[in-house]
Nanobody
Framework: QVQLVESGGGLVEPGRSLKLSCAAS????????IGWFRQVPGKEREGVAC???????????YYSDSVKGRFTISSDHTKKTAYLQMISLKAEDTAVYYC????????????????WGKGSLVTVSL
């Protein structure tokens, strides 16, 4: 069974930065895309960033409007790891962050993802 393990979450002050990692038990190239989602209690899981690993569009990235310009998704296929660099964090970025692998391509729909990590909590507060 494929495992995705997030790390790097924690408590950070508003305006500061944090970098999340997602280590995969199989090659990230075996997915068509890797995505980062977040969820707060009582709300649906929200897609925030996605990176394509398909040969013709390898490295193509997509961001939700709420994080565009502040978050950067990347992947290192040799390390089987994806990353989410977050800067200028805001209180409303507080959530559990999940990475996910897709066999369909980039999407902000959680239903397009086939494998999920267990999540990493990010809290933005003074």
């Amino acid at each position: 069974q494929v495992q995705l393990v997030e790390s790097g979450g924690g408590l950070v002050e508003p305006g500061r930065s944090l970098k999340l990692s997602c280590a995969a038990s199989k090659s990230t190239l075996d997915y068509y895309a890797i995505g980062w989602f977040r969820q707060v209690p009582g709300k649906e899981r929200e897609g925030v960033a996605c990176i394509s690993t398909v040969t013709d569009s390898d490295g193509q990235t997509y961001y939700s409007d709420s994080v565009k310009g502040r978050f950067t998704i990347s992947s290192d296929h040799t390390k089987k790891t994806a990353y989410l660099q977050m800067i200028s964090l805001k209180a409303e970025d507080t959530a559990v962050y999940y990475c996910a692998g897709s066999n369909l391509g980039c999407s902000f729909s959680q239903y397009s993802m086939s494998d999920w990590g267990k999540g990493s909590l990010v809290t933005v507060s003074l």
